[in-house]
């Protein structure tokens, strides 16, 4: 007989996602008995039910989303390398500019938007989402520039 001598660094990789596949199935079969246990407990209640029929279906099409997508990753993310470094996952995320201002008129106008939804003003709503238009064209825009005419 022979033993084998393979260590965890010699094992290849696992596609990564598997931690977030995982969490969605285990929260599909907890939301499913939920809803199971729920409808012998209460079962005049139809709104409890339905919501928690509900968010098992939506795990359990984010979860198999991420089962079927993790098959086709072709590199490991940082987050599933065991032996990965902080610095591995640094870099450029795709947020905001950090010298634009646009981010905070967007979270203005969405806040007004909240305050006039609160108090049922709908002239201050339709006021809100001008403003918010107008403020995420200026943000999708900001860097944009012609082409040039020759």
Avoid at 50 to 70: D, E
Avoid at 88 to 116: H, N
């Amino acid at each position: 007989m022979t033993h084998s001598t393979r260590t965890d660094e010699d094992r290849p990789a696992k596609p990564g996602l598997r931690v977030e596949t995982w969490m969605f199935i285990g929260l599909t079969a907890f939301f499913g008995i939920a809803a199971i246990i729920y409808a012998f407990l209460a079962p005049t209640e139809a709104v409890g039910i339905v919501a928690l029929t509900l968010s098992a279906g939506l795990t359990l099409i984010i979860g198999s989303f991420l089962l079927f997508v993790s098959r086709r990753l072709e590199g490991i993310r940082p987050e599933d390398d065991e032996h990965a470094e902080i610095a591995d996952g640094a870099g450029d995320m795709g947020f905001f500019s950090p010298g634009s201002y646009y981010p905070f008129f967007v979270a203005a106008c969405v806040a007004l938007f909240a305050v006039a939804t609160a108090y049922l003003l709908v002239w201050l709503m339709v006021i809100a989402v001008g403003f918010l238009l107008w403020v995420v064209c200026g943000l999708v825009y900001e860097y944009h520039r012609r082409p040039a005419h020759h």
